[in-house]
């Protein structure tokens, strides 16, 4: 028998562009066919209770495959991704290697293959040294874009000088992802340092450190005629001059510096709190939101960045920057929409149609005839704690383990596969690489 669709989603709620309606959606061929549908199906999805969203694409995690796997790889970072209702994802290329030519993104794609449980693109890590070849690297089928590290973090990817800075902007024409802290002002601080007080992290990493660095990025960037995205934005300082310049500029804020407030999270997680740019302290949280309400962060990115529990046990500074977040940003998120801080309709704007705008995606980020059959399938109404063993993370571990939440991802879809149901997994792992309008169009 010849059915009309391969998959149907019915008695959902669908948010689709114009607002949410109780509708059925209908899956050819792994693309969204009808919205409304009326045939029959392969396979039927009951939905009865639940909301559809477009699938939510975290385009900032740390995998750290290859050659840091004791703490993540591709194949239990994606597990985490579904399992928290994220259907694709853009991986950091501070890696070991690191992502910085033609066979290393080659050789992560290949990795990916058959082993990453969503859609998948990497970014390619600026250098000194490779700057004149990033216009082609950047065009590589499964690339993000360049990613630049003004100030040192997790690796040895670096580019803080301006004159290299400026080689680096003028190579290529995509969209560059930005880590904005300033590392001169970093280096002369680092007498800030308390030693055995992660609570001392946000004081020689202060605002100014990253203030500094999205200034002196904005001149660059204008002088070069190149757009910038400025990732994991932590200074309301630096959103409100973001917001001035949003003809060359995007931003994303990350659902742990929403979340947490550095006058409660240091004392209660010392280094598990140890990020970069740091967790500030409650006023910078709410000026974040502030701008958030202000439609000025773009995008909203996990920066899953896990360690071992081990490794964070260091004492402070030896102790390593990051905390895990894929699993955990859309349960956050809905849990804000529960308590009221922001809609529904602005996390999709952050985590789907965001995406799509700031990086040219093709055919993700809208629900919507003729794009992926991608879905976060969500229960806004769900009550739960976040507990150890649900988090799929190599690291084991989470800054909002204990937490109770309202709102709980049910299933991911991608493509038209259901990778996740209800906690469990698909038997294959079905990821495949994003496609982006600079490289097959550009
Ligand atoms: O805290 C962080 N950890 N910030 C970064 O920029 C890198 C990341 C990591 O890779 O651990």
Known sequence: MVTAFDLKLVGGTVHLPGGPVRTDIGVRGGRIAAIGATGDAGETIDCTGL?????????????????????????????????????AVFEMPNTKPNTDSAAAIEHKLARARHRMWCDHAFYVGATNLNAAELAELERLPGTAGVKIFM???????????????????????????????????????TGER???????????????????A??????????AKR?????HVTTPAELELLGQNKDIATCEVTPQHLTLAGEEAYPRLGTLAQMNPPIRSGAHRDGLWHWLGQGVP??????????????????????PSGMPGVQTMLPLMLNH????????????????????????IIGKGRIAVGYDADFSV????????????????????????????????????????????DGALADMAIGEPIRFEAIEFG
């Open 51 to 87: 909301d559809i969203l477009p699938g939510v694409i975290d385009t900032q995690v740390h995998f750290r495959e290859p050659g840091l796997t004791h703490k993540e790889d591709l194949e239990s970072g994606s597990r985490a991704a579904v399992l928290g209702g994220v259907t």
């Open 151 to 189: 100030g040192a973090s997790t690796g040895d990817l670096l580019v803080s000088e301006d004159s290299n800075l400026a080689r680096v902007l003028a190579s290529g024409h995509r969209r560059v992802a930005i880590h904005a802290e300033d590392e001169a002002r970093m280096n002369a601080r």
């Open 194 to 212: 308390v030693p055995g007080d992660a609570s001392s992290h946000p004081v020689w990493r202060d605002d100014e450190s990253a203030l500094l």
């Open 214 to 223: 999205t200034r002196r990025i904005l001149a660059l960037a204008r002088a």
């Open 227 to 231: 757009r910038i995205h400025v990732l």
């Open 298 to 319: 773009d995008i909203l990115g996990s920066d899953h960045a896990p360690h071992t529990l081990e490794e964070k046990a260091k004492s402070y500074p030896d102790s």
């Open 337 to 360: 929409v529960a308590e009221g801080r922001t809609t529904l309709a602005r996390v999709i704007d952050l985590t789907s149609a965001g995406p799509q705008r700031v990086f040219g």
């Open 378 to 421: 969500v229960d806004l109404k769900a009550r739960w704690t976040i507990e150890e063993s649900w988090l799929a993370s190599r690291s084991g571990w989470s800054p909002f383990t204990g937490m109770t939440l309202t709102g709980r991802p049910i299933g991911t879809i991608v493509r038209g596969r259901r990778v996740m149901w």
